[in-house]
C-alpha cells in the first residue's frame, strides 16, 4: 500500500509495510524500541527510513481517530505513520556538541490496542521515504522513531542519524 502526502516542507511517501513473522511472538521476546535505519537516497535531500519493530497482535482501526499529519501503512488502517515535525531531543547521541541535545525529525508508528496485558506482538517491517521541499528545507542531525499506542500502555522510540561519510 503506496501513499503519497506533503507534511510541513517534506514530501512523504511509504513504499510497504510487511508482517515479517508466520507465528505470534511472545512479550518475553520482544525488544522495547524500534530498529531504525535511516540514509540518504540518490535524489538530493532525500532520505530512505527502515523500521523494523514488534506491535501488539490485537490492534483496532484508527480511521476514526484524529492521528495529526501522517498516513496509514496498512490496507487494514491499524498502522499510521506520523510525521510531527522537528524538535530538540535529549540523548546519550553525541555529535557536534557535549550537551547530549540533537535536532531531531520525529516519526511515529501509531496503533491502537487496549489490551491491558500485552502477551503477543507480530514483527513488521515499514520503509518509507521523504523528500526535503526546497523551499522549507531545514537540516537536522537524527530522526527519532517512536511506536505510540493510542490507547496508551507504554511509547517505544529510538533515535537514529546518518552515517558520517552519508552527509
Known amino acids: 500500500m503506496k501513499h503519497n502526502i506533503t507534511i510541513a516542507g517534506l514530501s512523504l511517501s511509504t ?9 505470534q511472538i511472545k512479550s518475553i ?3 522495547e524500541e524500534p530498529l531504525t535505519t535511516i540514509y540518504k537516497s540518490q535524489q538530493e ?3 530512505t527510513v527502515n523500521i523494523v519493530a ?18 496509514f ?17 535529549n540523548t546519550s547521541v553525541q555529535k557536534t556538541n557535549d550537551s547530549g541535545v540533537l535536532l ?13 496485558v500485552l502477551e503477543n506482538y507480530n514483527l513488521y517491517h515499514i520503509q518509507f521515504d521523504y ?3 526546497p523551499k522549507k528545507f531545514q537540516s537536522v542531525e537524527a530522526i527519532i522513531v ?22
Do not use: M, W
Open 131 to 133: 523528500k526535503l521541499l
Open 104 to 116: 531531531c525529525r520525529e516519526f511515529n508508528v501509531e496503533y491502537d490496542c487496549d489490551d491491558q
Open 54 to 71: 514488534y506491535v501488539p497482535t490485537s490492534l483496532k482501526n484508527l480511521k476514526d481517530i484524529n492521528l495529526g499529519s501522517g498516513i
Open 15 to 23: 513504499k510497504f509495510c510487511h508482517k515479517i513473522n508466520k507465528e
Open 146 to 167: 517512536k511506536l505510540i499506542n493510542e490507547d496508551p500502555v507504554t511509547d517505544r522510540g529510538t533515535v537514529t542519524t546518518v552515517r558520517d561519510d552519508d552527509n
Open 45 to 47: 535531500g532525500a532520505y
Open 73 to 89: 501503512l496498512n490496507e487494514e488502517k491499524t498502522l499510521f505513520l506520523n510525521y510531527n515535525g522537528v524538535s530538540n531531543v
Open 29 to 31: 521476546y520482544i525488544s
